[in-house]
Structure formats: C-alpha cells, structure tokens
C-alpha cells in the first residue's frame, strides 16, 4: 500500500485560531491565486471555504489526521472560483471529548470572522459569504456548523458525511480492517492510551498509518504537508490506537466516553444529539444549500446516510444535489489532483456548479 506524494499547493499563510489547555490550535489560508500561481486582486470581495478534515483511509474516530493539507482535489477547485480555502485544525480524541472538538472549531471559525480581513486584505473577502466544507468525520462536523454557526454557511459541501451516530454499524467489530500495527504495542499499553483523559496530553496532528514509514517517507511526507514535520513513535502508537478501535468496536464508545452513561438510552440520545438527521430539524429553518458526495461501495459510511439526510434536507425545501459515484469506496477523491483525472468530472466538477450557483 502505498499513498501519491503530490506537493502542498502554495501559497499559504499559517496562523494559530487559540490555545485550549496548552495546545495550539492552527489553520492554514490558501490565499485566491491567479493562472500563475500569485495571489489574485482586484476581483472584489471573494467568499471563502471552511475546510474541516476527516482522515485519509478507513476513516479516523477522530484519532488522528491534519489540517496541513486538504484532501488533494479542494485547493484548486475552489482556487478554480477565485476562492479563498481555510483549513482547520481540532484535539483528538481520547483526551477530548467530541464537544470539544466542536468547540476547537467554532474557536476557528471566530478567528476567520474577525482576522481573515487583515490576512488576505478588507478588499478581497467577504467574510459573511462561505462554505463549510468537509470529508468524512470532517463533513459531519461541516453539516454540524450548517445551523451552529452566525452567520450560517451559504452551502455545506458533504463528502461522505457521518449523519446518523447511533447507527449499529458504527458499532460493529472490524477484524479484518485492512490495515497494518506498526508497533509492538501490547493489548495493556493500547488500553491505558484509550483511557487518557488528559487534555494536555492531546494532539492536533498525527500521521495516519500510510503516511508513516515504511509506506511514506519523511522527505515525502515534509513535501506533501509543506511542513517540516517528523512523525515519533506517538504518531505509531496513535495510528495503532485507531486501528484497535476499529478492530474491537470502540470507535462511538471512545469519541463519546460511552462509561459516562448509566442507561444505553441516554448515550444513544448523546450520539443523536450530534447527528445530522436529528439536529436537523423542523427548528432548521433555512439550513444552507448542501451538495452531497458519496460512493455506493462505502464501506465506512452508508451510502444509505446520505440518501436519507438527502430526502430529509429536501422536505425541508433545502436545495440539495447528490452525486453517487459507482463502485467507489470511502476516500475514493482523496487523491484527485486536477481535471486530467477522469474522475474529476463525475465527483468534483458537479460540487463546482453547485457552489458556483449559490456563490458566484
């Protein structure tokens, strides 16, 4: 197994939203650019896209993942807009729990209202015009902020999104989880690193098993992040955390500290209470516009979730447009660089239009 090194788009701007219990919380602006790569004036106040990670492959539980870099195809799509894209971090779990992830993205969106202005210039963004955008556990986070945030997002942009939590599936064992331990970690060591609690032990990056040696390089891995980081044996141990959650059914359980819990009851309301199909509601009058993006062959997520959030949003009158992608699997975009791939018309090109209608 083995994942494409393609550089990160440049130019960028880091910054840091805030600080919670110690821990940095940065994100990375992708200024607008021009056909030759230099940041684009002169075209007015431009929206701007809220980009939120999930993880790379089989999904992440919240457990490991970064902001350095959105899934591949996201710069230049919205670029392709004259669109400015933010990227934003948040802790992992198990030191938090998942309302503080929430918070940790409500603390970036505050940041982007009030500083975006003087980072890329009054004259160049609008800051009341954008998206939430995400993939995965990321989208689920982006449908979240579609009534959370003031002003809301003109269009949530779902890519194989999370919506119903307290489905069974995400319960289910994973045995045969296709993916390697690295380390020699003992069934003891990767339960007592379940069991921290200790937010000032928590993280904001970690690679993902196949950005760890000896699938990816750190010289490959400095290019594809446009940052000088070096994976340790925390990044290991954490990628192996994630696969004994899967493998053993821990995922919702760990995110949500399921032993808080005395009745099943009152931790399946805790899962719904994070749901799309169940925060989303009759009190959701003028949920933004969302485009939908999944593969019928998923096998983390249920296609199934999007086309019940899809026929729910519609009632509602929200003007949404789905797009299945046959025979594709979760993360099956990731990778998708530009429009020579032949996918790039059937999965990012409808997202364009959608977008395109709604904000120009």
């Not at 500083?115 to 963004?125: A, H, I, K, R, T």
Request: proline share 7%.
């Amino acid at each position: 197994m083995k994942i494409p090194v393609i550089p990160c788009p440049t130019p960028f701007i880091d910054h840091v939203a805030g600080q919670v219990d110690g821990i940095d919380l940065p994100l990375r602006v992708w200024p607008a650019v021009d056909k030759q790569g230099e940041e684009e004036k002169g075209l007015g106040k431009r929206p701007w896209v809220l980009w939120i990670h999930g993880v790379e492959l089989f999904s992440s539980a919240f457990m490991y993942g970064k902001h350095y870099v959105p899934n591949v195809w996201v710069i230049p799509a919205f670029r392709s807009l004259s669109y400015h894209v933010v990227s934003v971090s948040y802790r992992f779990v198990p030191q938090v729990t998942h309302d503080d992830i929430a918070s940790d993205i409500l603390t970036a969106y505050e940041w982007c209202k009030t500083n975006l202005s003087s980072v890329l210039g009054e004259e160049n963004v609008d800051t009341d015009s954008f998206i939430c955008a995400g993939d995965s556990a990321g989208a689920h986070l982006a449908l979240w902020c579609g009534n959370h945030l003031s002003p809301r997002p003109r269009v949530v942009v779902d890519i194989y999104g999370l919506t119903s939590l307290d489905d069974p599936f995400y319960s289910l064992c994973v045995p045969d989880l296709p993916l390697p331990t690295l380390g020699q970690h003992s069934t003891e060591e990767l339960e007592s690193d379940l069991n921290d609690r200790d937010p000032a032990n928590a993280v904001v990056t970690s690679a993902f098993t196949l950005e760890l040696p000896p699938f990816t390089s750190g010289d490959d891995l400095k290019v594809a992040w446009g940052i000088d980081y070096t994976p340790t044996e925390k990044d290991v141990r954490r990628a192996d955390l994630n696969v004994y959650t899967f493998k053993n059914g821990l995922k919702m359980a760990n995110i949500f500290r399921k032993y808080r819990f005395e009745a099943e009851e009152e931790y399946t309301k805790e899962l719904q209470r994070w749901s799309a199909m169940h925060h989303i509601g009759s009190k959701s009058s003028g949920y933004p516009a969302t485009v939908i993006v999944h593969g019928k062959a998923d096998t983390i997520v249920p296609v199934t979730q999007s086309h019940q959030l899809a026929a729910k949003l519609r009632k509602m009158g929200v003007d949404v447009e789905e797009n299945y992608i046959d025979g594709a699997d979760h993360l099956f975009e990731t990778y998708l660089a530009g429009p020579e791939d032949p996918m790039w018309e059937k999965a990012v090109v409808p997202v364009i239009n959608f977008v395109r209608k709604h904000l120009g």
